[in-house]
């Protein structure tokens, strides 16, 4: 799937700085969703359905949730730590 195109010669700035974005996000979130499409046309509606509740279940109970409504309160960046340890578990 393309949700941009960067100008001739400028992919990888635009990679990188895509793949920067990427790495502040919650990664337990990001690898249950990369998942999720991965394996979503090998599954019924309703068990899709059944996996986005389970993996959505996962996420708000998980590590991240406190910090993200902390920063958000807070007005500041979230320093998410949930899933970092290099392993692909959810993937």
């Not at 790495?23 to 394996?39: E, M, W």
């Not at 807070?74 to 959810?90: D, E, L, N, Y």
């Amino acid at each position: 799937m393309v949700n941009r195109l960067a100008p001739v010669g400028e992919a990888l700035p635009h990679a990188l700085a895509l793949a920067e974005t990427l790495a502040a996000r919650p990664a337990l979130a990001l690898a249950l969703i990369r998942a999720g499409v991965r394996d979503s046309l090998n599954q019924t509606t309703r068990q899709g359905i059944d996996r986005t509740l389970a993996d959505s279940h996962k996420v708000f109970t998980g590590p991240d949730i406190e910090e993200g409504v902390d920063a958000f309160f807070a007005k500041r960046a979230p320093v998410f730590t949930a899933a970092r340890t290099g392993t692909r578990s959810a993937d």
